[in-house]
């Protein structure tokens, strides 16, 4: 299969928590159904798949998906993405074996936004997101406070939350900075909380993800709360 993995799944009741679940109790819920991770299964393999999969990172380039219509194409990727989500559900192994053998990196980029726009709170808090944007705005460009200002919001962030953050971003920077940009404008909105329309008009130096890939192998990842 190729598939490897750093989390442990044992034996247990079937499936994986609903999408929509709550962090907390979504993270002790897979505990109990034999999963061990340091962060939900479905964000681990979606990302281990498409880092493994989509070298170029054009999963995230069909725009027609971020539509309220979407073409032909689009409605088929998300009802193979639906699927893959119910498989999840319904049986761990069944779920991880279906995603890995998908041949459509679309479809399984999907499921990832399927799972991030579902969660009841944004991997980055409201507050904290909306602070960020505000000090950012008044930085120049060049700023040494810059840095610090990115740093400041990984300190807010809990332990799950950082290591979604941290796996995103380390997907993201491999991509080429065109491919990066269209991932970066799809999964925005549902990561980010506190994101608005005034937020698209951010330029890179401003926005939170661009930043945290610029500055990926400076920042402490293996630090967390």
Known sequence: MGFTT?????????GLPPFGTPMKDLMSTQIERGVFAPLPLVVDLTVQYLRQRDLEGVSFTNSSLMHDTPDEE??????????????????????ILL????????????????????????VVPSSVHATFVEKIRKCKEGDDTIKFRVEA?????DS???QILMVLIKLLAQWSPENCAAAIKRISPVLLGGWSK??????????LLHL??????ELQWGVVN
């Not at 088929?76 to 192994?93: K, W």
């Not at 995603?99 to 944004?122: D, E, K, N, S």
Request: include cysteine; proline fraction near 6%; charge should be negative.
């Open 6 to 14: 750093d989390y442990l799944i044992t034996s247990g009741p079937p």
């Open 74 to 95: 689009a409605k088929i990727v998300m009802e193979r993405a639906e699927f893959l989500v119910a498989a999840l559900e319904r049986d761990r192994h069944e779920g």
């Open 99 to 122: 995603v890995w053998g998908c041949q459509q990196p679309q479809v399984v980029a999907t499921v990832l936004c399927l799972f991030l726009h579902a969660l009841p709170a944004p």
């Open 153 to 157: 919001v990984l300190m807010h962030l």
């Open 160 to 162: 799950v939350q950082h």
């Open 198 to 207: 005034d937020c698209d008009d951010l330029t890179a130096q401003q926005h």
């Open 212 to 217: 945290l890939v610029l500055y990926n192998d």
